[in-house]
Nanobody, 124 residues
Framework: VQLQASGGGVVQAGDSLRLSCTVS????????MGWFRQAPGKERKFVAA????????YYADSVKSRFTISRDNAKNTVYLQMNSLKPEDTAIYCC??????????????????WGQGTQVTVSS
């Protein structure tokens, strides 16, 4: 299973970005999917997740109402729409796949496969 994240970049505060993560090597619709981020010198943190059946989403409090996670099973892709970006959103964003459908969305240990990450930099 391979995960390829893309869509990061350098933006100003208040701008928007959409991250994409394409999964290959297995049936994408079987996975719960998540996004995590890691800022320099800080630990990796949960951002958002969506379940395999595409009817439940989960968000960190810090991004709720600004970020939206979605998936397109026909394209084997999960998205993270990020609006009203803030400098504190600056981090490397990684997508992750939970094949075992652990039912635990917030912890990194629930996920079996990880992408390489894409850098998001938000300037003030």
């Amino acid at each position: 299973v391979q995960l390829q994240a893309s869509g990061g970049g350098v933006v100003q505060a208040g701008d928007s970005l959409r991250l994409s993560c394409t999964v290959s090597g297995h049936t994408f619709s079987s996975y719960n999917m998540g996004w995590f981020r890691q800022a320099p010198g800080k630990e990796r943190k949960f951002v958002a997740a969506i379940n395999w059946s595409n009817d439940h989403t989960y968000y960190a409090d810090s991004v709720k109402s600004r970020f939206t996670i979605s998936r397109d099973n026909a394209k084997n892709t999960v998205y993270l729409q990020m609006n009203s970006l803030k400098p504190e959103d600056t981090a490397i964003y990684c997508c992750a796949a939970d094949y075992s459908r652990s039912g635990s969305y917030y912890g990194a240990s629930a996920y079996d496969y990880w992408g390489q990450g894409t850098q998001v930099t938000v300037s003030s």
